[in-house]
């Protein structure tokens, strides 16, 4: 019994395990919207929030009211759908505080990206450019561009100078932010914690992609990073910390709504890792048997 059942799931191919995926997938992306899937992942979800994410929007919470942040958007349109909620959600938690918001990018496409969030969250909010926020647009360097805000802020931020911002009138450097907060698809966010936060001592906390969290770790372990907002999940954690008991069940944020997918997609690529477990234990098993006779 056993090794028909081995045999048959030896026969499965890589194109059988793509088109299962596929399949599954878009099963899973059409039941995110039942109502009743909406609720029992909102519950599961709100249960599970990471204690990186928690750290991060704890410490913006603490912030006292007018401090100044600098927001970077560092991210493609390919990495929008887990990085995007993570921006409206410190943009949304920023205003709420009334903080004041210097937002750049240190990519080309980020800048876009940023830009028509910020709009988005401000009108939605009723906050005004260069009264609660300014736009830094596109800051070319990189490693550089994070070294220059050290030493000058408006020398690194071309578009600051034509700026009318009260709130900018007493900055001068980096040094006197009270928080950067790095939203990144690539290295900029361990620029900004080995630039501005070790040689400067500026608090650095952000959201990255979910393929490079786990390398954020060691430094939030050393306190060199305040917190994180980690992949989907992280996105995830933040609208459901932001929106609390706001949220509707039947009709929950997207970055909540995606979880969904994702979540039943990993627990199928468990279930392909198990059965090639199995195959390969079984095959063992099986010369070792041979062996001794």
Avoid at 69 to 79: E, H, K, M, N, Q
Avoid at 117 to 142: C, Q
Avoid at 184 to 207: E, F, S, W
């Amino acid at each position: 019994m056993l090794r028909s059942i081995i045999n048959l799931l030896k026969r499965i191919t890589r194109r059988t395990i793509f088109f299962i995926v596929a399949l599954v997938l878009a099963l899973s992306i059409i039941f995110s919207n039942v109502g009743y899937i909406q609720k029992i992942n909102l519950y599961i979800l709100s249960k599970s929030i990471s204690w990186t994410s928690i750290k991060a929007y704890e410490y913006i919470e603490n912030l006292p009211e007018g401090s100044v942040v600098l927001l970077s958007a560092d991210y493609a349109p390919s990495t929008k759908v887990e990085n995007d909620p993570v921006v409206q959600g410190f943009l949304t938690q920023a205003f709420r505080k009334n903080l004041k918001v210097i937002a750049i990018s240190l990519w080309p496409d980020g800048a876009v990206l940023l830009e028509n969030n910020i709009r988005m969250v401000a009108l939605k909010m009723n906050k005004k450019e260069d009264e609660d926020f300014v736009i830094g647009g596109y800051v070319v360097g990189g490693a550089v561009a994070i070294e220059k805000m050290g030493i000058n802020l408006k020398n690194a931020i071309p578009l600051l100078r034509g700026s009318n911002a009260p709130f900018l009138n007493n900055i001068k450097s980096a040094k006197d932010l009270k928080l950067v907060f790095c939203v990144a698809a690539g290295d900029t966010l361990q620029y900004y914690i080995r630039i501005l936060g070790a040689r400067y001592g500026v608090p650095v906390a952000g959201g990255c992609t979910a393929v490079m969290a786990a390398e954020m770790y060691p430094y939030i372990m050393s306190n060199q990073l305040i917190g994180l907002f980690g992949g989907l999940k992280g996105a995830c954690d933040y609208q459901l910390l932001e929106l609390k008991d706001q949220i509707d069940p039947n009709n929950v944020p997207e970055a909540v709504k995606n979880m969904f997918p994702q979540s039943i997609i990993h627990l199928l690529i468990v279930i392909f890792i198990i059965i090639a477990n199995l195959i390969y234990f079984y095959e063992r098993y099986e010369i070792r048997k041979n062996l001794r006779r």
